[in-house]
């Protein structure tokens, strides 16, 4: 036993001080930052530092997205539904803002700048917020409290303040998948326990954002719900520059994956080619189109087996007597790992298309379960409960049910399954979809009750708020299955040249979710004020039926799971060459460091 141990320990000491090619710094990587002296890269203690990282900074957007439904109906005096589609078309813009994150990182700037840059441009965005709301908006007054009215905002104060939520859609959302992504870069793919190590850390990325949005759905939004909206922006705007400060300290201990290029033209190229060669017969896969060696033609990327998904796209590889005179042109042949990674984007698209539906869920959260909670009893004793604050359970689900996946889910799937994970990122995902429907039918349920609870001429109903904690915490469930799967999946099947691309489309799905809720708001409201009626969400949500919404979005996600479990079968994973490793120089690495550097 102990001779195991000790060969065992041999063997990741061996890995720990390998460094991996594939153009980024790996597990063992060692910095002489001084003779004698050598610092060690990666790993867990720089991955917990970009969980840190998270934790804050998503501390800082919730500080203003959590009540920013509120903020518009109190201070900008906009409409319930109005104001419902500004939050729905700006978190929209958030997660959408993701793709220019990713696109940047893997094809320009790399993860280190990109996470660099769009961080300092949300502490402007938050700066900003806090300079127009203090002198433009709420003019000292301490309005916005839900009894104080506040004044016409200035059309200066109105102007600075879209630019300044807008920054920080831009800012928060270029961070987001890219950190993710830097994150899983710190660990060894040659030690086979990275996969774990990845598992665990996007688990615990999810958890970590969690964490610091519990802040701002508890502490922050009591203070901004009394009218101290400055304030909570102020706590926002200084655990962004925390954030980044605490970023830039590892700046010479994190591994880095070089940019790999645009991957736009590589795709495109796939498919020019490929009609151009419409007429040909693809080669059988001994003969096509693949450079030599263990590294692929691009930059930083792992060569992938060929698969037998989309066979057209494999004449794109096919070598014909014309390729064989003059010099390669990669618009008339590709190589095989090129075709792949087109057909791994093809191949993802579905299987994300299926994921939208519930990010409509998830949005509700942040706009009709506020205001559901808001024209309800939420005064315990004399303290009042903010309406906002009620996420606050769904954070605590989350919380709690990521320990319960790990330690009671995962165990018992793996005895029935085989699987070493449990359950299979599908599976994960399909799940989150089905308790996501479930949540939607509590919240109907709990929209019929309080309904029945509204006295006649009473703004609000005698029901109390907490009947919302199921819906609450069935999303909060539901999220740590399908948003930690869609992670897990997105990053693991996306070829190396776009890693950052397949962390993006997690926070992609939450855009179009939320341009889907506002679309759906206004198609529903469209319909149902055709007769000169108040409409399913009018502005007094007591004379609407927004409990016909919520079972409209349970029954669309039920469609929608049926055509997910379909695309699911359907689906063939990437198959990466993982035969031999390539051994990358400490020149390299150092090269790589002061190119970021200088």
């Known amino acids: 036993m102990d001779a195991i141990e000790h060969s065992t320990d041999e063997i990741e000491k061996k890995a720990d001080e390998e460094i991996i090619s594939f153009g980024k710094i790996e597990s063992g990587n060692e910095n002489q930052h001084s003779p004698g002296k050598r610092k060690k890269c990666g790993g867990w203690e720089l991955a917990s530092l970009l969980l840190v990282n998270q934790g804050l900074a998503t501390l800082a957007f919730f500080g203003v997205g959590v009540n920013l439904v509120l903020f518009l109906t109190r201070v900008l005096d906009q409409d319930s539904a109005v104001a419902a589609n500004n939050v729905s078309k700006w978190t929209g813009t958030v997660y959408l803002c993701s793709l220019i994150g990713a696109f940047l990182s893997d094809s320009y700037w790399g993860r280190y700048f990109t996470c660099a840059i769009f961080q300092l441009i949300l502490v402007l965005g938050l700066g900003l917020l806090s300079f127009a709301s203090w002198f433009f908006l709420i003019s000292h007054t301490g309005c916005g409290d839900g009894m104080k009215l506040c004044n016409t905002p200035s059309s200066v104060g109105v102007v600075m303040f879209y630019l300044s939520i807008y920054l920080i859609a831009l800012g928060y959302g270029g961070h987001q998948p890219t950190v993710a992504t830097l994150g899983a870069d710190q660990f060894d793919d040659s030690n086979p326990n990275a996969v774990i190590s990845k598992a665990a850390f996007f688990s615990s990325f999810y958890f970590a954002l969690n964490v610091g949005s519990l802040f701002s759905n508890t502490i922050l939004v009591y203070y901004e719900d009394s009218g101290k909206w400055t304030l909570g922006f102020l706590v926002s705007f200084g655990a962004a520059i925390i954030a980044l400060l605490l970023y830039l300290s590892g700046t010479s201990r994190y591994r880095y994956v070089k940019a790999s290029g645009n991957p736009l033209p590589r795709v495109a190229q796939v498919f020019v080619a490929a009609y151009r060669k419409w007429g040909v017969t693809p080669a059988t896969v001994d003969a096509l189109y693949e450079v030599e060696?263990?590294?692929?033609?691009?930059?930083?990327?792992?060569?992938?087996?060929?698969?037998?998904?989309?066979?057209?796209?494999?004449?794109?590889?096919?070598?014909?007597?014309?390729?064989?005179?003059?010099?390669?042109?990669p618009w008339k042949l590709c190589t095989v790992t090129q075709v792949e990674e087109a057909k791994c984007v093809l191949k993802m698209l579905p299987i994300w298309l299926c994921t939208i539906i519930y990010s409509v869920i998830f949005t509700q959260m942040a706009s009709l379960f506020v205001e559901q909670g808001d024209v309800m009893a939420s005064k315990l004793k004399n303290f009042r409960i903010p309406a906002a604050s009620m996420s606050a359970f769904d954070i605590c689900s989350v919380l709690i049910w990521t320990g319960v996946y790990r330690h009671v889910v995962v165990p018992v799937s793996r005895s029935l399954t085989g699987n070493p994970k449990g359950l299979t990122e599908m599976q994960r995902m399909g799940t989150g979809l089905i308790i996501g429907m479930i949540a939607m039918v509590a919240a109907g349920v709990t929209e019929i009750q309080r309904l029945k609870s509204v006295s006649p001429g009473s703004k609000k109903s005698s029901l109390s708020i907490f009947w919302q904690v199921p819906q609450y915490v069935l999303v909060g469930a539901s999220e740590v299955f399908m948003y930690v799967g869609q992670l897990e999946f997105f990053n693991g099947q996306a070829p190396d040249g776009i890693k950052s691309f397949g962390s993006s489309l997690c926070m992609a799905s939450m855009s179009l979710g939320n341009y889907v809720s506002s679309l759906l708001i206004n198609i529903v409201m469209e319909v149902t004020t055709r007769d000169g009626g108040p409409g399913w969400i009018p502005d007094d949500l007591n004379d609407g039926r927004t409990d016909r919404f919520y079972f409209l979005i349970a029954g669309l996600t039920a469609v929608d799971f049926i055509i997910y479990v379909y695309c699911a079968k359907w689906y063939n994973g990437i198959n990466l060459d993982t035969s031999e490793n390539v051994i990358q120089s400490e020149e390299q690495r150092k090269e790589v460091l002061a190119s970021l550097m200088s």
């Open 293 to 329: 060696g263990t590294e692929s033609a691009i930059k930083g990327s792992r060569k992938i087996l060929h698969s037998n998904d989309f066979k057209f796209l494999d004449k794109a590889a096919t070598i014909t007597s014309m390729d064989l005179h003059g010099p390669n042109n």
